[in-house]
């Protein structure tokens, strides 16, 4: 390849696999080149932000329901509870029937009595029906306060869950709502990738590609107080020097992450702005 272009950028440091040397010619000058992979940068951190948004999106409004199908679970066991307890005021209701059946046919027995001794012997009958009818009254008593607590258990969740609908229905829609404006805010990154993307040098995109794959969010990095931004080691005066002579591109050579001089590249933004302005992100 001939070499008549603004930098031969020699990328020092190891990266397994990766490419070494001369980053190609032509395209855009370096300073313009190191721009754009700050913007891929940006976009590539964005886009993984909204996709990972968007596939959460239906964990977070099932996350959202829960509150509501706990709800709908503690009312399912309370009617059950409910019914059971009806059905044992039902069955108490009939013991006092069949107490109070004996005790009247007890009693009409009585003028069959004929001695003092059978007198006694009726009375303490009667009066063990009344025992037990007594007995079985407080213990259906017990349970009709059970059977209107229970109501107002229901009464009082099925309120609940009616507001608890209302709300998560409000978080559903606000989640799908949210989830549409990712969508559409990820088209507009990926329109906008694919426009960056051909102005990159290719070896410079696979460099960057494999240093992203490698340090996930920060494959590019800005130099600060004499050290790289990403790994923080120092780096060499003379690298510094090479750096802002924007000739060459060079990475760490601890982290290997491609290092840029943070000045020159918000110059060329300020002269990029001022030129024309960039088109505003897309908005929800
Ligand atoms: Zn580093």
Redesign the pocket.
């Known amino acids: 390849m001939a070499e008549q272009t603004p930098y031969k950028g020699q990328v020092p440091g190891s990266i397994p696999g990766g490419p070494r040397g001369e980053l190609g010619v032509g395209g855009l000058p370096l300073k313009e080149q190191l721009e754009q992979l700050i913007r891929l940068q940006d976009i590539d951190n964005r886009r993984g932000i909204l996709r990972n948004e968007i596939d959460r999106s239906p964990e977070r409004i099932e996350f959202a329901r829960q509150g509501l199908v706990e709800k709908q679970k503690a009312l399912a066991r309370v009617h059950a509870e409910a019914e059971t307890c009806n059905q044992q005021k039902r069955e108490k209701e009939r013991d006092l029937e069949t107490c109070e059946e004996r005790l009247s046919k007890t009693r009409s027995r009585q003028s069959d009595i004929k001695t003092n001794k059978e007198y006694q012997i009726h009375l303490q009958e009667i009066e063990n029906l009344k025992t037990e009818k007594g007995r079985v009254e407080e213990e259906l008593l017990v349970l009709m306060e059970q059977l209107e607590e229970l109501k107002r258990k229901e009464a009082d969740l099925a309120q609940d869950i009616k507001t608890t609908e209302e709300s998560f229905e409000l978080e559903r829609q606000r989640l799908e709502k949210q989830s549409l404006a990712f969508s559409g805010e990820l088209s507009a990154v990926e329109k906008e990738r694919e426009m960056i993307l051909p102005t990159v040098e290719p070896k410079l995109l696979k460099l960057y590609q494999q240093l992203k794959n490698l340090h996930r969010e920060l494959a590019v ?1 800005p130099i600060q107080h004499g ?7 120092n ?1 060499p005066p003379q690298m510094i020097a090479e750096v802002r002579s924007r000739l060459r591109i060079l990475t ?6 491609i ?1 840029y001089w943070p000045v020159m590249v918000e110059q060329a933004a300020a002269v990029r702005d001022a030129g024309s302005p960039q088109a505003p992100a897309a908005s929800s």
Not at 227 to 233: A, D, E, K, R
Not at 252 to 257: A, E, F, M, S
């Open positions: 990095v050290t790289c931004g990403g790994c923080h080691m780096i760490c050579t601890q982290c290997q992450r290092v």
